[in-house]
């Protein structure tokens, strides 16, 4: 069965970083493009980050570019976000996914909550 | 940018009624590359509907896309007590920029 956890939520004051990890199982996710999808309590979902199954390819949505970075280690199976500079609005359930085109599976998310 | 419009924003039926959810896109979404994901509370959203029409592996065949170009629709036949959930589409025809609708919940009357 193929299984994402993420984990490294936590809560953060503006201003502050937090890395974020994704640990597959039951899947090589070396032969596979991943992404970042986030959801602010109560609202709808919001792509965040994309990588190619190499890493030599990196897509950011305007919202979090340039404070974001994505990277992935293949042999260790595992997905990471750095995130810095954290706003309000990035407070969310983040989830990380294996890409289609579509996003399919998804792990269970990770709370990061940005507030003083 | 893509934006993907979804309604109605709530839909409130009885079980083995028959749901039908909209989802019209701002241009065309390419090659028909539109998914459905269903999201149940405290759970990570689960795709049913790929390629605006081709069922996910393990969704009942109550479930079914259509459409194309700018219009799309998803239809639960049959509701049943465990498809009471929101529903979420996505466009995957523009990218670097995969966009979501706002979602549709589906609750009971």
């Known amino acids: 069965e193929v299984q994402l956890v993420e984990s490294g939520g936590d809560l953060v004051q503006p201003g502050g970083s937090l890395r974020l990890s994704c640990a597959a199982s039951?899947?090589?996710?070396?032969?596979?493009?991943m992404c970042w999808v986030r959801q602010a309590p109560g609202k709808g979902l919001e792509w965040v980050s994309y990588?190619?199954?190499?890493?030599?390819?990196?897509h950011y949505a305007d919202s979090v570019k340039g404070r974001f970075t994505i990277s992935r280690d293949n042999a260790k199976n595992a997905l990471y976000l750095q995130m810095n500079s954290l706003r309000d609005e990035d407070t969310a359930v983040y989830y990380c996914?294996?890409?289609?085109?579509?996003?399919?599976?998804w792990g269970q998310g990770t709370l990061v909550t940005v507030s003083s | 940018e893509i934006v993907l419009t979804q309604s109605p924003g709530t839909l409130s039926l009885s079980p083995g009624e028959r749901a039908t959810l909209s989802c019209r896109a701002s241009?065309?979404?390419?090659?028909?590359?539109l998914a459905w994901y269903q999201q149940k509370p405290g759970q990570a959203p689960r795709v049913l509907i790929y390629?605006?029409?081709s069922r996910a592996a393990g969704i009942p065949d109550r479930f079914s896309g259509s459409g194309s170009g700018t219009d799309f629709t998803l239809t639960i036949n049959r509701l049943e007590p465990e498809d009471f959930a929101v529903y979420y589409c996505?466009?995957?025809?523009?990218?670097?920029?995969?966009?979501f609708g706002q979602g549709t919940k589906v609750e009971i009357k």
């Open positions: 241009q065309t979404v390419r090659s028909n590359y």
């Open positions: 039951g899947i090589t996710i070396s032969g596979y493009s």
């Open positions: 990588i190619y199954s190499s890493g030599s390819v990196i």
């Open positions: 996505q466009q995957y025809g523009s990218t670097p920029s995969w966009t």
């Open positions: 390629g605006a029409s």
């Open positions: 996914a294996i890409y289609h085109g579509w996003f399919d599976p």
